[in-house]
């Protein structure tokens, strides 16, 4: 007697792929430790594309580059402010609410003592004060932009790509410029030449051939300014080179870690090199410290020999400039050697600057707001000068400022450095990159103390990059449980 069977219950007709991307349904999960449920997600078109991320990056280039053209001279003003504009129409127009960056707490309250500073009585000029705040907005506005869309792995990497090879074409602009003199020369910054003649000359110097020319420019209008195209060449060269299987990849990333050192020896830029320094020992402590022994020998080796390399080729070039610049690092500790050229700035920050102004100068008197907009006609409160990152933190909101904006940084660098040791991985790498991520946002922390690096540009790609990272990261835990 054969037993009954219990009939199959029937399987309806198969609709369609039911995933991420396809017909807007996408996987998310309902609780830390609930199940996974469909949820239709309506697209809101181009402004709540992923694809923004890299766009952006694209169109900072081409401001970027258009400063170079000098039909555009006289726009200067609207190219400068174009990008700081743009960042601030996205945190207005891209829909949704952002995920919770680490340090959104506290350059959120930062920015908010500054916009106080805005009725301090050393605020002369309104529309420089407005300029100022909208600046410092548009500096920060990726972390809250950024994350409201949904970036996955490759987009970050594709962001991350449009870095390093605009990068790398700025170095080697900035290695033809000094072999052949005046070929690819750019108008320099009429903010520069408007500091005198004696001023342009102490970017000059002497080449082996005899020739005198700028510290490469690169793609920039600033003498000395293809040191961060060589900065970002070598760094971001070393985690394509440490991530990629792809003979062509590696050998380009190999090519531009060369190029970018060559670059960075002819600039004889100081504080950029230190800063490269720390990002590379800050990236081999963290291979080091999570056991990856095989990629930590390959980075040593590949910086290693092309650091050896282009200093001697830099040197052949540019001839005893370029030795006894970088000659001059080894002069004396490296203490001393900070205190004789930016170190005086810092002492005079807290010595002097700090009980002058415990709670901000006002608004608009320092940087591009004073440039452009500022009102220096009042001889009570004439135009202040931030040599350095700490200074500005003092003029825009005295000690409170110079606390809550480092502690931003040091919450970020803290999720990046747990990033980078966790061994359970996503499939796409994060630890690596979190590495990498880490030892720059060391290196923009070294940078605050010679430069004023969250009152420009390269201050919002800081953000950008921490924010995509960690927008990246929290999509594929979401989105892919099944790689945790």
Same mark, same amino acid.
């Given at each position: 007697m054969s037993a009954r069977r219990t009939p199959r219950p029937s399987v309806p007709a198969r609709q369609g792929l039911q995933g991420p991307g396809v017909l807007g349904r996408r996987l998310v999960r309902r609780t830390s430790e609930g199940p996974l449920e469909p949820r239709v997600v309506h697209s809101a078109g181009f402004l709540s594309s992923s694809k923004l991320v890299p766009i952006f990056i694209g169109l900072l280039i081409t401001c970027q580059l258009a400063l170079l053209v000098e039909a555009i001279a006289p726009l200067r003003v609207v190219v400068r402010t174009m990008a700081f504009g743009l960042s601030l129409a996205l945190l207005v127009l891209v829909p949704g609410r952002g995920l919770k960056h680490p340090a959104l707490p506290f350059v959120l309250a930062a920015l908010g003592v500054t916009a106080l500073n805005f009725f301090n009585p050393g605020t002369i000029s309104p529309l420089g004060g407005a300029a100022q705040l909208g600046i410092q907005l548009s500096i920060i506005a990726p972390l809250v932009w950024v994350t409201r869309l949904s970036i996955d792995a490759r987009t970050f990497r594709l962001t991350l790509a449009l870095l390093f090879f605009f990068n790398v074409a700025s170095a080697a602009t900035g290695v033809l410029q000094v072999y052949f003199p005046g070929r690819f020369q750019p108008v320099v910054s009429s903010a520069v030449q408007s500091q005198g003649e004696s001023y342009l000359r102490s970017f000059e110097f002497e080449t082996a051939s005899g020739e005198r020319v700028y510290r490469p420019m690169g793609l920039t209008d600033i003498p000395g300014g293809a040191s961060t195209g060589a900065f970002y060449t070598v760094l971001l060269g070393s985690g394509f080179l440490l991530s990629s299987r792809r003979g062509l990849t590696r050998g380009l990333s190999i090519g531009g870690i060369l190029l970018g050192l060559l670059c960075l020896y002819l600039c004889q830029v100081r504080a950029m090199a230190l800063m490269l320094g720390v990002c590379l020992v800050a990236?081999?402590?963290?291979?080091?410290?999570?056991?990856?022994?095989?990629?930590?020998?390959? $980075?040593?080796?590949?910086?290693?020999?092309?650091?050896?390399?282009?200093? @001697?080729? /830099?040197? +052949?070039?540019? *001839?005893?400039?370029?030795?006894?610049?970088?000659?001059?690092?080894?002069?004396?500790?490296?203490?001393?050697?900070?205190?004789?050229?930016?170190?005086?700035?810092?002492?005079?920050?807290?010595?002097?600057? $700090?009980?002058?102004?415990?709670?901000?100068?006002?608004?608009?008197?320092? @940087?591009? /707001?004073? +440039?452009?907009? *500022?009102d220096n006609s009042d001889p009570e409160h004439p135009p202040l000068w931030a040599e350095i990152q700490w200074t500005a933190w003092v003029y825009d909101g005295g000690a409170l400022v110079m606390l809550l904006y480092p502690l931003g940084l040091l919450a970020t660098m803290a999720w990046v450095f747990r990033l980078a040791r966790r061994r359970e991985d996503l499939g796409d790498e994060f630890w690596l990159w979190g590495s990498v991520i880490f030892a720059y946002n060391l290196g923009a922390l070294a940078l605050t103390f010679s430069y004023a690096f969250f009152m420009s540009q390269m201050g919002m790609e800081f953000w950008l990059l921490n924010a995509a990272l960690f927008g990246a990261w929290t999509h594929a835990k979401t989105v892919h449980p099944h790689h945790r």
């Open positions: 990236m081999a402590f963290m291979l080091a410290l999570t056991g990856r022994v095989a990629r930590l020998a390959k $980075l040593i080796a590949v910086v290693g020999v092309s650091a050896v390399f282009a200093f @001697g080729w /830099a040197v +052949a070039v540019g *001839g005893d400039a370029v030795q006894s610049r970088w000659d001059s690092l080894f002069a004396a500790r490296p203490e001393e050697v900070y205190r004789s050229n930016r170190g005086y700035f810092l002492e005079g920050t807290f010595e002097l600057l $700090l009980p002058e102004y415990p709670l901000g100068a006002g608004l608009g008197r320092y @940087g591009m /707001a004073n +440039a452009y907009f *500022g």
